[in-house]
């Protein structure tokens, strides 16, 4: 089942979507937010509530916010693709382990809204990706387990200023944390839609202005997901409502030459099999 969060006649709510794209609005009939129903293992209740009733608004007349208001955590996979280590022709071996970075809420903006590309840096990138709500809380997960933890899922586009992750000689987080630079939505998907086999080989591809820019499937990540809710459970207490970002196939603007960074204008949508399409444009940040 689709789940999101929404403004509608000035008033913030949640809900999911029914088959004809019509908007159930769960917070007028179980109260909280998303997130929290997700805390306190209510979402399957949501899901059965959701299941007898039909929608009363047209997905078209809200305003998509990010799916979870707060997160607690926002960790990001960095080079988890077979091909993307490939990509940087440094001659590196394939790590042992994953890289992580963190990106702050207010980095990421929601589906149908514009990504700003800020004043600093004219090297605005994309990048298309899946993404896991957490659902259940723990440390040292196993691998068996790690499936369980799982909430649903969404998509990013965990924009980047390429000039600025070279800021510093040991970490990324500059050009990971412009206000607006990414975004993520546009709904979540609960995970009952999804079997070990879907996790596995789940295709994510993201166009710019129609043009494909990266193609590729979670068969071919270095760190399954599974691997990855288990490496970083083990120094985070994941808890319901972190996010995390699986990592981004080859095909980013930085890597081709001359480099294709994103400008005022452009349309970039990433679909991911099973979730659906985030869609945004790219504007100047108003100042």
């Not at 890289?99 to 702050?104: A, E, G, N, W």
């Not at 709500?133 to 998509?155: C, M, Q, S, V, W």
Request: some cysteine; proline content about 6%.
């Amino acid at each position: 089942m689709r789940f999101i969060t929404y403004s509608f006649a000035d008033k913030i709510s949640w809900g999911a979507l029914d088959k004809d794209d019509r908007v159930i609005d769960l917070g007028a009939a179980l109260g909280g937010d998303l997130q929290s129903t997700i805390t306190n293992n209510q979402l399957a209740h949501a899901r059965e509530v959701a299941s007898e009733t039909s929608g009363s608004i047209k997905l078209e007349d809200v305003t998509l916010m990010a799916p979870i208001s707060n997160p607690g955590k926002v960790a990001c996979i960095g080079v988890n693709y077979a091909n993307r280590n490939a990509e940087y022709k440094d001659g590196s071996e394939a790590p042992k382990f994953p890289s992580l970075f963190m990106r702050v809420p207010e980095s990421l903006t929601a589906h149908g809204q514009p990504l700003w590309r800020p004043p600093e840096s004219e090297q605005l990138d994309y990048e298309g990706e899946i993404v896991l709500i957490i659902g259940k809380a723990g440390r040292r997960i196993t691998e068996e387990n790690a499936y369980d933890h799982i909430a649903g899922l969404t998509i990013m586009n965990e924009g980047t200023l390429r000039d600025w992750v070279r800021h510093a000689k040991f970490n990324v987080t500059q050009g990971k944390n412009f206000c607006n630079s990414g975004a993520i939505g546009p709904w979540m998907v609960s995970a009952d839609e999804f079997s070990a086999a879907d996790y596995e080989d789940m295709q994510v591809t993201t166009t710019v202005n129609g043009e494909v820019r990266q193609d590729d499937t979670t068969a071919n990540m270095m760190f399954p997901i599974k691997y990855i809710i288990s490496y970083i459970s083990q120094f985070f207490h994941l808890q319901p409502g972190d996010v995390i970002a699986t990592g981004t196939p080859n095909g980013a603007g930085a890597r081709f030459d001359p480099p294709k960074y994103l400008v005022p204008g452009d349309v970039i949508e990433v679909t991911v099999n099973g979730v659906g399409t985030l869609s945004n444009g790219v504007i100047d940040e108003p100042l």
